[in-house]
């Protein structure tokens, strides 16, 4: 009963075989050379399908040299500023730690402050005192006016002189323009202190009420990133010395080590990649700001700069990695895919495509090996069209034709 099926197997592999060998026989049949040595393959429409070529356009691309290096992120300094207190004190309240992401407004710290204290004092005596002196005044108003409406009514009635109604009358304006001043007085006794407190940070209250400020919040002009901090709860401060130093992060300084023996080989304007072990993955790109004229440890390392935006604030000052820089020349030369070009012995070529399926051998010099491909000093132009997957099968069918005119 086993052996049909040993049969059946052995004539289905038979088949099999005698097909593949059959398709790529009906392949190699449609390949021509001249006997000899063979610069020209031509290859019929079921040849190209069966072999996959794939023609492209030679290009031209820049000559472009990159140089290694070295950098470390670093905050700008045109988007770093300080915040001082303004006057001598003791820090009460500490709200934010180093590497805090912080907002325009917000509250850093709070600090005990003496200057607060004499400002709100002095507020509250002169304002008490002010409204001393308006009652007294209201009551002198009141006596006048009072005075004033008696000499006119004697006046009117020919028994008081006209001397004694202009003097009840001028006193009486005069305790008038008193009480008048007296109220201008407490405006602008509220307003002086309520702007120098608000240099503080502080609010002036409603004036009801005896107490006396005496702290004083230290706030944020502006957005950014703590970057040093110098003080916790408990510490002294005084005006010389910034509490917090605040850095924009949302673009960042990129300082590259460059070396003397480079140093004219770059200039402004120069790409740049850069990648760091801390972001993985990542290559960020930007150009050459800024070379620094000298270097001022003498060690012969000096220093380009180039602007990396930072808007989700992942790179941090500090941050060390690789930097490229691509050095972009004048020059134009042609470009062809690493695929394209075949090698035999010492001779470097690729296949033009020529009309009606022949394909060319042309030898060409490589300028330089770059990014995807070759760049090409002789042999070839722009525009002309090249074999670059599948130019391996056309090199070892031309060899076959080589082969086959020597034998």
């Known amino acids: 009963m086993k052996k049909p099926v040993v049969l059946s197997l052995t004539l289905f592999t038979f088949s099999c075989v005698a097909l593949t060998s059959c398709s790529r026989q009906e392949a190699h049949e449609d390949v021509s050379a001249p006997a000899g040595p063979v610069d020209r393959i031509t290859l019929s429409p079921k040849a190209i399908e069966h072999f996959g070529l794939t023609v492209v356009t030679v290009v031209q691309r820049s000559d472009i040299q990159t140089l290694s290096t070295t950098g470390e992120i670093k905050a700008d300094e045109n988007r770093v500023f300080h915040i001082n207190s303004l006057s001598n004190g003791r820090v009460v309240t500490d709200n934010v730690m180093l590497g805090d992401i912080i907002h325009p407004g917000q509250t850093l ?242 296949f033009l495509a020529e009309p009606g399926g022949s394909y060319k051998k042309q030898p060409v010099e490589l300028a330089k090996k770059v990014e995807g491909g070759y760049l090409i000093t002789h042999g070839l132009t722009p525009g002309q069209r090249i074999v670059s997957k599948g130019s391996f099968t056309l090199k070892a069918e031309m060899l076959k034709g080589t082969m086959a005119g020597e034998d």
Do not use: C
């Not at 702290?215 to 916790?232: A, D, F, L, W």
């Not at 440890?297 to 992942?314: C, E, I, K, Q």
């Open 109 to 350: 710290a709070v600090v005990q402050n003496l200057d607060v204290a004499k400002v709100y004092g002095d507020y509250i005596h002169q304002a008490h005192q002010n409204k001393m002196d308006i009652n007294l005044s209201e009551t002198r108003l009141a006596l006048a006016t009072k005075n004033y409406n008696r000499i006119k009514a004697l006046y009117q009635e020919k028994i008081a002189a006209e001397k004694d109604f202009l003097k009840a009358e001028a006193d009486k304006e005069l305790e008038q323009e008193t009480l008048r001043g007296l109220k201008e007085h407490a405006t602008h006794i509220k307003e002086e202190a309520r702007a120098m407190l608000a240099a503080y940070g502080v609010k002036l209250g409603d004036g009801h009420s005896d107490h006396i400020e005496s702290n004083s919040p230290i706030t944020t002009p502006r957005g950014g990133v703590i970057i040093k901090k110098t003080v916790t709860v408990g510490d002294v401060v005084s005006n010389s010395e910034p509490l917090y130093v605040v850095g924009d992060l949302s673009h960042v300084w990129l300082d590259i080590a460059v070396y003397d023996k480079q140093l004219q080989s770059i200039k402004e304007g120069d790409e740049i990649s850069f990648t760091s072990d801390s972001l993985p993955g990542r290559i960020l790109k930007s150009h050459i700001s800024y070379i620094k004229p000298s270097t001022e440890d003498g060690s012969g390392t000096f220093v380009a700069r180039a602007v990396l935006d930072n808007p989700h604030l992942d790179l941090k000052p500090g941050m060390l990695g690789q930097v490229k820089i691509h050095q972009r020349h004048a020059e134009q030369l042609a470009f062809i895919p690493g695929d394209a070009l075949q090698k035999y012995g010492k001779e470097q070529f690729v």
